[in-house]
Structure formats: C-alpha cells, structure tokens
Nanobody
Framework: QVQMVESGGGLVQAGGSLRLSCVAS????????MGWHRQAPGKQREFVAS???????NYADSMKERFIISRDNTKNTVFLQMNSLKPEDTGVYYC?????????WGKGTLVTVSS
C-alpha cells in the first residue's frame, strides 16, 4: 500500500526558508507527476508546484520566484525548497503523486511563517 509522508514543516520567521520532503513508500513503481498543494486557514486547498518524472516543473504564479520543486526518482521523493517566506505562506502543505494510474495524498505538514 502506497503511503505519502511529508516532513520538514515548522515555524519560521518571515524572510526565512524551509525545505519540505515527501516520500512515497510502498510502491514498486516510480511515481509519475509529484507535487505540492497547500491550504491556508479558512481557505481552499491550492496548487503550489508539480514535477514530472522527467523533471519538467510547473508552479503557481505567486510562488514561482520563491519556491523550487525537485525530486529523487530513486527514492520516490519530492522536495519543496521555500525561500523568502511570507506570513501568507502559512498553511498545511500536502504532497501528492500519480503512481500506476492512482493518485495518492499525504496527511500534510504545517508551515507557520511569523511576521
């Protein structure tokens, strides 16, 4: 059974950086597209970034200058490097992956950016 497990969230001051990681465990297949979404308090979940198995990336416009998505296919792991963090980046960050025609989501990791 595939499980997505995020890590790396925490409390950071505005202007700081965090690196999130997410591993898709329990799969014998390399994930196709992997990505990140986030949900701020009181708001809907929104797309952050995605990366294909070949390394092509896609970002939400408001994050493309500050966030970098990458992955390690040998470990079915996706990363999100977040720089110049702002208080409005606060929220729960979820990773997801398309594996063998199914979509899997993690339970999320909380990022809190203080002003």
């Amino acid at each position: 059974q595939v499980q997505m497990v995020e890590s790396g969230g925490g409390l950071v001051q505005a202007g700081g950086s965090l690196r999130l990681s997410c591993v898709a465990s329990g799969s014998i297949f390399v994930a196709n597209t992997m990505g990140w979404h986030r949900q701020a308090p009181g708001k809907q979940r929104e797309f952050v970034a995605s990366i294909t198995r070949g390394g092509s990336t896609n970002y939400a416009d408001s994050m493309k200058e500050r966030f970098i998505i990458s992955r390690d296919n040998t470990k079915n792991t996706v990363f999100l490097q977040m720089n110049s963090l702002k208080p409005e980046d606060t929220g729960v960050y979820y990773c997801n992956a398309d594996i063998a025609s199914a979509n899997y989501w993690g339970k999320g990791t909380l990022v809190t950016v203080s002003s």
